[in-house]
């Protein structure tokens, strides 16, 4: 016989115990809703479905040892609960509930004797849990060009925008998108016949969902932005008047009901985000063309009217750039100007002769830190073209033919 011997330590009743190194570990991941565990064994515990409930042996012996870990980071959302079987646990007697509820935690626990019983030697959470690659990519998608439009198209980590996709929920214009949970996306509002409120999301790889109805209150001509961590807020807009509401946007893209009274009621509004974790909204139209902005709280509330910056406009379009800056661009009637926004949410004047000038465009980030604003009006054609936008906020010139030339569409940043 040959193989290497590891240590091992002797029960108390002289038997050999397994060591953490020795333990046998089940090749299936335990899923279901129980587990009858046993000794000398390591079990991968997913709770992505439901809680999970373990039953320790009924007669341990003095140095018995099991390990469970966190399979899924899922124990925070339903934890582990723990039967020790009629022995007791800490001290504790099998009447007190034992429950591990940390996302990313691994429980080792040894057989002490009857008094004690079974003891965690190690109760760890391991807190950083991998962090998905920062989103790459943007998407242009919806838009009118006689009729409206359902199709998308894929913006490349380099600024190149891939040909038309077609069939991606409902037809429409004056919708707008914004990014959220670090690498996806979600297009929601606008008008077809009339206005709407559906939305549709867009997965990491930018396939466009169907139509989810019902989003708080159905409008067009809305703004959208991100803030916070991973969260995204559409706000104002027009349904026969003008609106001064907020809708949230999750983690996991869901639409919070309607907040009212954020700001000047007004429609076609510029917005991006800023600073890493917080927002703004700017421009737009009242009984007139406005410049004033509205920052947002990196926990989405929406400031009082503040800076009045630039030239009064609005159908616009707004990004983030450098990581940390945003930019608004263009806007009526056929203006090519540009108003940078610093990290901490100051818009600077006005900018000139940045690309052809057009109105009711879409714009957003790409690549790890530069911008990338497409398509819309001049007031004689619709358009096809893009602008590229550097890390230090400046636009380049005209890219022509990028997919089909059309307005009031919307764009975001996608992984």
């Not at 899924?72 to 646990?89: L, Y």
């Not at 954020?262 to 927002?279: I, N, P, S």
Request: proline share 2%; aromatic share 8%.
């Amino acid at each position: 016989m040959s193989g290497t011997v590891t240590s091992n330590v002797f029960r108390g009743s002289g038997v050999i115990a397994a060591t953490p190194g020795g333990l046998d570990w089940s090749s299936a991941v335990i899923t279901g809703s129980t587990l009858s565990a046993e000794t000398g064994k390591g079990y991968f515990i997913n709770t992505t479905s439901n809680a999970c409930t373990i039953t320790l042996p009924a007669s341990p012996a003095i140095g018995d040892q099991i390990v469970f870990a966190d399979y899924a980071r899922t124990w925070a959302t339903n934890n582990v609960i723990i039967d020790s079987n009629g022995n007791n646990f800490q001290g504790d007697p099998d009447t007190y509930t034992v429950d591990y509820d940390t996302a990313g935690q691994s429980l080792n626990i040894v057989y002490s004797d009857a008094t004690k019983g079974w003891l965690p030697v190690s109760d760890d959470a391991v807190a950083d849990a991998g962090v998905a690659p920062p989103p790459l990519r943007a998407i242009f998608g919806f838009g009118f060009s006689t009729p409206y439009l359902s199709m998308t198209n894929l913006v490349n980590s380099s600024g190149v925008v891939a040909a038309d996709v077609a069939g991606v929920g409902t037809a429409r214009g004056y919708l707008k998108a914004t990014s959220f949970g670090g690498n996806k996306a979600i297009f929601a509002f606008g008008q077809t016949s009339s206005v709407t409120a559906i939305s549709n999301l867009v997965s990491d790889n930018g396939v466009v969902a169907a139509d989810t109805s019902g989003v708080g209150t159905a409008r067009g001509s809305v703004a959208a932005s991100t803030y916070g961590e991973q969260l995204g807020i559409f706000a104002y807009g027009y349904n026969g008047s003008n609106l001064s509401m907020s809708n949230k946007v999750s983690i996991t893209g869901v639409i919070a009901s309607d907040v009212s009274g954020v700001g000047t009621a007004r429609r076609g509004l510029m917005a991006a985000g800023y600073g890493e974790d917080k927002g703004i909204f700017g421009y737009g139209y009242t009984s007139g063309t406005t410049a004033v902005t509205n920052r947002v709280s990196n926990s989405g509330v929406i400031a009082s009217d503040g800076q009045t910056a630039g030239t009064a406009r609005q159908v616009g379009a707004g990004t983030t750039y450098g990581v940390d800056k945003a930019i608004f661009g263009y806007g009526d009637a056929t203006l090519s100007m540009t108003n940078l926004v610093n990290n901490q949410g100051v818009v600077a004047a006005d900018v000139t002769g940045v690309g052809t000038g057009r109105h009711n465009l879409a714009a957003a980030g790409y690549s790890t830190d530069k911008a990338i604003f497409g398509f819309g009006f001049n007031n004689s054609a619709k358009l096809s073209l893009t602008n590229l936008v550097s890390n230090s906020g400046v636009v380049a010139a005209d890219t022509t033919g990028v997919g089909t030339a059309r307005t009031t569409l919307a764009a975001a940043k996608v992984g």
